[in-house]
């Protein structure tokens, strides 16, 4: 049995672990590979190196004291995405995200951390 890839992981609701309009972010590669965090809606997650502040700490020098935050609209049934770094943000392994501007982004999505291993789908 051929085992399929991590960043090939289908995004499915159960990974959302079935919350009403709830979203979920997977870790797919680094550190924390095989995390499933659940997002209320409303509720930013905050990715970057401050252990204080943020809920996801990336330890790597590349990444900001706060690098991004990620919300789940339940409205849309989509992810508000906002980079605030020095380093970046690349999205579906296409090009960086543009600094300073919120996008809405869909389940299966794929956010690359300031080109470190730090990988993370939407799910």
């Not at 709830?22 to 965090?37: K, Q």
């Not at 252990?51 to 339940?74: A, G, K, P, Q």
């Not at 299966?108 to 799910?123: R, Y």
Request: overall charge negative; charged content about 30%; aromatic content about 10%.
């Amino acid at each position: 049995m051929q085992e399929e890839p991590l960043s090939e992981v289908r995004i499915t609701k159960s990974l959302a672990m079935n919350w009403d309009h709830a979203g979920a972010i997977v870790a797919v590669s680094g550190p924390y590979i095989g995390l499933i965090l659940r997002i209320r809606p409303g509720r930013k997650i905050y990715f970057g190196r401050d252990y204080n502040e943020m809920d996801i700490v990336l330890e790597e020098e590349t990444i900001s004291r706060c690098h991004c935050w990620i919300e789940y609209d339940d409205t849309r049934g989509r992810y508000l995405f906002y980079d605030c770094s020095k380093n970046g943000v690349t999205l579906n392994g296409g090009e960086r995200v543009q600094k300073d501007t919120i996008l809405y982004l869909s389940r299966g999505d794929e956010l690359q951390m300031a080109g470190t291993d730090h990988i993370f789908k939407l799910g």
